[in-house]
């Protein structure tokens, strides 16, 4: 399957993103759990470009690969944290919307709100939007898996 766009992105895009990802580093949000729960949000959409640049990016972060080969499997593995677990949580209730999942209960936002504060909430949040948005992209332009950004 061939990528359908080879033409340049316009640069207010860019500067858009970039101003997004200096909101989620700035709320203080663990960058090894802000990997977790987009390695997880890609992996539910089946983003493969995503799921291939958040793993590459995981471990610039010195992430186990004991670890990420668990992610899917979260729930069922002794590897993560009641922090990480909290945080893969929401991002499976804030991704799967459409799949009859009953989305961001009481209990996932106060297990979620327990383990972090308020700005870092907000940053796993907006990290957990902005990865479902390149999900959608690179699945409407049939990105590949591979390419380095």
Known sequence: MEARMKSTVSPDVFTA?????KAIQAGGADPLVL????????????????????VASAKK?????????????????????DGERAALA???AATRIQDG?????????????AHFDDKQLS???????LTNFFNRINHTIREQAGKAW
């Not at 972060?61 to 944290?81: I, K, S, Y």
């Not at 940053?123 to 939007?129: C, D, G, K, S, Y």
């Open 123 to 129: 940053a796993i949040i907006l990290n957990i939007a």
């Open 101 to 113: 999942a009953p989305g961001v209960t009481d209990e996932i936002w106060d297990a979620a709100a």
């Open 35 to 54: 990997e977790l729960v987009h390695l997880r949000a890609s992996q539910i959409n089946g983003c493969a470009p995503c799921v291939f640049a958040g």
């Open 17 to 21: 993103i970039q101003h997004l990802n």
């Open 90 to 92: 929401l991002a499976e």
């Open 61 to 81: 972060h010195g992430e186990t690969d004991e670890r990420l080969h668990n992610v899917v499997a979260w729930r069922e593995t002794p590897f993560f944290t």
